[in-house]
């Protein structure tokens, strides 16, 4: 099995905030949602991923609620919040400008 | 909004994973057993066997723990958790062995103690020399004429009216200072009293304790201003003895009712200020007051300067002869003039001795951390075998010397704020007059929260990096040897440099006490032996004509020399006094004088004033009782004056003529003796005394009759049959059977005024200093020494055990030791002498001085080998067999 790519430093973050405008879900359902997204690219380990969401509520943009499952289980949910709303804007506007650079880069004829 | 929402929600986030910790960690771990189990979930519908899925999670899980410190370094307040969790441990460690807690605090506390206590000296005295609002904008207005002295730039009513209204200018006020007649007691006592103009102290921001100020719509220019009085702390205390109702009770001043109105802070009694009263200030009649200006927020001098040159230009042409011609225009920043006193380096001197035993303090916290450290080793592997980081170690070690910082700071500031008060009560006169506003206040507390800071770090950083790394080093089985020898050469180092710091603290105590011993040992001229003086005033608006005067002044010596426990009395005019206080200074001209225009100083004296003070007399004769009453024109030089006037003849019979009779137009407390020219005859010479000081060379001085020029301001000299002091109520009695109204200040003897008191001050603190100094290095001598042996007890024991000599073991033992103390021994010795070059300038010298230079090693010798005593016993008292089972 091949390791999925790095993701590049606060990449994480931009898809997590991304995938949460949705929806609130819990850490597990996040991980699923960006697989199926992704079309099974993109595997975010455990490792990665729970350290991303407590730091992504601490800095406020997301913040955890304990719900209830479909199957009545205890989960904690996260959605995002207003300030996590504009840092969205923000990360996907600074994104953008990011990912057309690269595209200049490598499709310029050499 | 969303901002304010989104910090509130951060901030009570931080403060939930702070406070409720169990709760945190127990939804970290359901919020990733969930995880798992739903991944196990997902693994089995995939179609693996739920052991198999299972086993998947499991592996997957493997670092559940990884994950879960992951999640807590996320919430970022992991190093909130973790300094408090390692200030815990220092707090156990520090438990379990309160010797090197106690010790480590109390060396750091006495060095931030007395740096904080001379700091809030420094503070009082020199960088915020005064209370008042705006304090740093205060000037004194000066001119300059193109040559001769500064003049203080005086103003008569209609002017100042004009030099307030300056756009340069805040404001301006005038203070003047008289000695007043206070009566109501059992003697009439002398009070110091300032007047002010009406929109003085509001200017200034002089708040009242109680009462009130005056201010200037009651005592505006012009008419005469109410008689009202504003007490300052002191006088209230002393007078009224701190009660509420002194207020509305009258104050009789020189014979004039002045009704109390006020309290005011003790820090306004600046000078030594009793009362506070407004300032009269009639229009039109020329008279004049010297003026102080605030400058404008941001205005600089030189503009200043330049719009009150314009001002006073114009004030010059509606006065006559006022004034110099071509006169500049100078402000002089009070703060400036208080800067430069003499006070500044003595007290800069102490500052910086007090820094030096604070760096004592912390090299032997940094000795005693490393020795400690040694022993440590085993912990910080078996830490780093843990999975501590390095950086961890290092954070753990820091905060045990922060903990000390913190302690000895709080100790040293709790100390200095209630041990000041009462060191300030000891101080002497001159220094405390400045120096009584010092408090422990808040900028004192910041000067040492910082001075801890710097502290923290300085003597915690290198042990907490070199502990460290010997750990790192053990755990990978570099040999523990390494580790011990680059401490020893730390330890080394720094006992080096503490020995150098002392032997600069050493000479510069011995300095200053060779100092003190010139100082007791200058010829003074004459002899003090149960001499007292004491001030008299005369009640202004009395005894105003020149007969009247030397009546009641005459009546005083008669009265005085009768008393049974007189041995002899004289009386000087001000400034006159026994040596080495100054006289006037004044230009003469002389009989056979080629350059004119010399200056000497003028004393009035009795006639016998040399007999009383038993000042020999080298040549010539002394004026008699009956010259004195006849103001008779002959005069008594001292031998400087004889020398420089007349090198090469006799001075005797020599005329020579004070040149203030002529110029002067003698001011209204002076009153001269009928048909007196200044011209008197020199009848006598007198062994030369001190005249301007101790410290300063003697200067040409001539004593003439005090009747000549009667001022209103006279010294008593007496020399009583026992002790002085003891004497003085019946002193008090004699002078008042002169005249009942006659204030007295108090009786003093000579030592107040020799200079010696400071000298004594310096001389106390720096032997404090010194003392403690050398206990702190000794101490860190000793536990140097201490550790290396019992750190090299095995080698000890295997070289007798092979046969050493227990002599060359000592060597071995005491040989890093002694190379550290005569290495730190020279290069002090060495810092001294070049010290000494850089002092002189503020006339501290002696440093390099042989004498000192020697005790000072001698004391560090023995104290060296003092410390050193019991730890050599020790490495010579091994037992081979006992030290190598115990290993």
Redesign the interface.
Known sequence: VSKPPDLFQGTLDLLILKVLVLEPL????IG?RLLQVSGEVLQVS??SL??????L?????I?GE?RATENN????FYSL???GQ?QLNKEMAHWDRISAAIMRVLTREV | VSRLERWLRVVSLHVRSLCMKNRVEQDLADELTFHFEQEAQRQRARGLSPEAARAVVRRQAYGLEAVKDACRDARGVRWIDDAVSDIRYAVRTFGRNPGFAISTVLMLATGIAASTGLFAVMDAVVLRPFPYVGADRLARVQLLPPSGPVRRASVTADEFRALRQASTLDDAYIRESFTKTLAGSAFPESVWTESYTGNALALLGVQPIIGRVFTEAEASIGPDPPRVAVLTYRFWQRRFAGQPNALGQTLQLNDEPFTVIGVVPAEYSLDLTDVMLPLPMNVGNGATWPAVVRLRTGTSIAVAEAELQTLFEQFARSRENALPRNFRVRLRLLVDEERGASLVPVLTMLFAAAGLLLLIGCANVMILLLARGRYRVHEIAVRHALGATRSRIVRLLLCEALLVTVAATVAAVIAARYLLPSLLDLVPGVIAQRAGRSVIGPTAIFFAASLAAVVAVISGAWPAVAVSRWGGDAIRGASAARGSSVGSVGSGVLIAAQVAIVAVLLAGTGAAMRALVDLYRAPIGYDPTRVTIAQIYLPTNRYTTWPARLAVYERLRAEVSHEPLVEGSSISLIPAGPPPLSGMTTRIDAQGLRDADREVLTLSVASDYFATLKMPLARGRVWSASDDARAEGVTVINETMARQLWPNEDSIGKRVRDRSFAERQNPPWVLNAPGRDGWFEVIGVVRDAPNRGMREPIAPAMYYPYATALSDVAVLLVRTRGNPLAAERELRTAVSRADASLPIILFITPETFMGWQQGEFVTAVLLGFGGVALLLASFGLFSVACYSIAHRTREFAIRLALGAPRSTVLRAALQSVAVAVSLGLGFGLALSVALNSVLARWSIRNMDDPSVLAATVGILVVVTVAATLIPARRATSIEPAIALRTE
């Open positions: 819990n850490g597990w359902a699923q455990d490792g729970y350290p991303a969401l407590h730091k509520e601490q800095e406020g943009w913040k304990w289980r205890r989960a904690k919040t207003r300030s504009k």
